[in-house]
């Protein structure tokens, strides 16, 4: 069984790219995701600063597309609200986009 097919709480992170406007005034990533540990670390000079990485469920990189992120979190749980289970999506918009499901 898909562990992602049992009820619970699942996160996500997705790192959004750096917009226009913090290139232009010449700011630098400060955090990196690392797909493979599904972590997300905050970085100084390109390094991983020691104790500031975070571990979620699954975490998607600057270039994954929202279907991603749908196929991951959303598909399942918009079939279960349509059986009638609960389902909640929360999105928090800042440094990284932040995605909850329940």
Known sequence: ???????????????????ERELNS??????????EYNAVSQIKDNQ???GQ????????????????VYRYLGKEM???VMTGINGTIFACKGLVDTVAGF
């Open 1 to 19: 069984m898909d562990a992602r097919s049992s009820e619970g709480i699942r996160v996500a992170i997705r790192m959004r790219p750096l917009n």
């Open 26 to 35: 010449g700011q630098e990533k400060i955090f990196r995701c690392q797909n």
């Open 48 to 50: 991983p600063i020691e």
């Open 53 to 68: 990485t975070n571990y979620f469920d699954k975490v998607f990189g600057e270039k994954d597309a929202n279907k991603d």
């Open 78 to 80: 918009v079939q279960g």
